[in-house]
């Protein structure tokens, strides 16, 4: 009877943890690409990533590698830049955008203005 107990536990533990890595669904990887190609169209800004400027075409090409190898814990735009877009998984460092006119604003931000302005059509 216990080990019959320990399996259904086992069994209900490996069921959650299929749940928490479900795929991205088409819609929400589009919304994901949308970001990004949004980040590379962007000629008047560069992405800072622990300390050092990049184009935005680099920052688009980073951002697609590191979804490439973390996507298993994103299932939504929201989660892509809270848990990839917005801060280095080795140093800890929140990623910034660095305008023309010399503002700086964190990455998160400027990427949930946009995807707001997306989800509101414009």
Do not use: W
Request: aromatic fraction near 6%.
């Amino acid at each position: 009877m216990i080990h019959r107990r320990h399996v259904l536990c086992l069994i209900a533990a490996l069921a959650g943890s299929g749940a928490a890595r479900a795929e991205l669904s088409p819609a929400e990887r589009a919304r994901i690409e949308r970001l990004i190609r949004y980040v590379e169209s962007r000629k008047d800004v560069r992405f800072v990533r622990n300390g050092t400027d990049y184009s935005c075409d680099d920052a688009a090409k980073f951002l697609r590698k590191k979804l490439d190898s973390m996507g298993e814990h994103v299932n939504t735009a929201h989660e892509f830049i809270d848990q990839i877009a917005s801060k280095s998984s080795t140093s800890g460092q929140p990623y910034t955008i660095r305008f023309a006119s010399g503002l700086i604003e964190p990455a998160a931000k400027f990427l949930q203005d946009e995807l707001k302005r997306m989800d509101a059509g414009k």
